[in-house]
């Protein structure tokens, strides 16, 4: 049943490679620039934490295939070339971005404001505060729902093929014109990208379980 699956498997793994690859960049710079934002928004306030907020607020607010168009499509016409693979790099950063900076706020904003007071008491700046008693709790507290969010960001790759950028879905949509066989295609990978996600979700799981458990 799963014959041109099979024989095709060595093709569709330098699609999951790829993909992987992908979700590299954009999950592991997209995090890295939310993280920075969430602090940002939930500690300084004033005119920053409003500009966060909109950044947030329109982000979130347009699906991921749309920021992938307007950056394949839009930024040629502007007089920026930065090539497919790095528009929609960039788009998942950005999009990234966006979901762990509401993570990462709501984290900061969950310490008790006694441990702060308790800072201050000891003679901490804002800075020290931030550093030794806000965030390691915080990253803490952030680690499971980072990871789930990074699970749904690994799955939203298969997008880039619609704007042409080769991985797994691309390589699969060519294996599938030539063969004709589009269940048993679609069917591994499916199985693939569950392979690549899984783990991360049980990973998750047992984090939330262990930090609620000691919260």
């Known amino acids: ?6 024989s095709n498997l060595p093709y569709l793994m330098k699609g999951a490679v ?41 982000i979130r607010g347009i699906p991921v295939l749309v920021w992938m168009f307007l950056a394949y499509y839009m930024l040629p016409q502007l007089g920026l ?14 999009y ?17 404001k006694h441990q702060v007071d308790s800072a201050k008491g000891l003679g901490m700046n804002k800075i020290n505060t931030l550093r030794l008693v806000i965030i390691p709790q915080a990253m803490k507290m952030s680690i499971p ?24 879905t691309y390589a699969a949509r060519e294996v599938v014109e030539r063969t004709l066989a589009a269940f048993q295609v679609f069917f591994g990978v499916m199985c693939i990208y569950f392979l690549i996600c899984y783990p991360l979700t049980i ?3 047992q984090l939330e379980k262990r930090y609620s458990y000691d919260h």
Not at 96 to 108: P, Q
């Open 1 to 6: 049943m799963l014959d041109v699956f099979i």
């Open 18 to 58: 790829q993909t992987v690859w992908l979700a590299l960049a954009g999950v592991g710079f997209g995090t890295l620039f939310g993280l920075i934002l969430g602090v940002a928004n939930a500690s300084m306030g004033g005119i920053i934490a409003w500009f966060i907020n909109i950044y947030v607020f329109v």
């Open 81 to 94: 070339i930065i090539g497919d693979i790095f528009a929609v790099i960039g788009s998942l950063i950005l």
């Open 96 to 112: 990234t971005g966006a979901f762990v900076a509401e993570i990462a706020r709501g984290a900061v904003l969950s310490i008790p």
């Open 145 to 168: 729902p980072l990871l789930n969010n990074s699970v749904m960001m690994i799955k939203a790759t298969a997008y880039v093929s619609v704007v042409g950028v080769w991985e797994l």
């Open 203 to 205: 990973v998750a799981r």
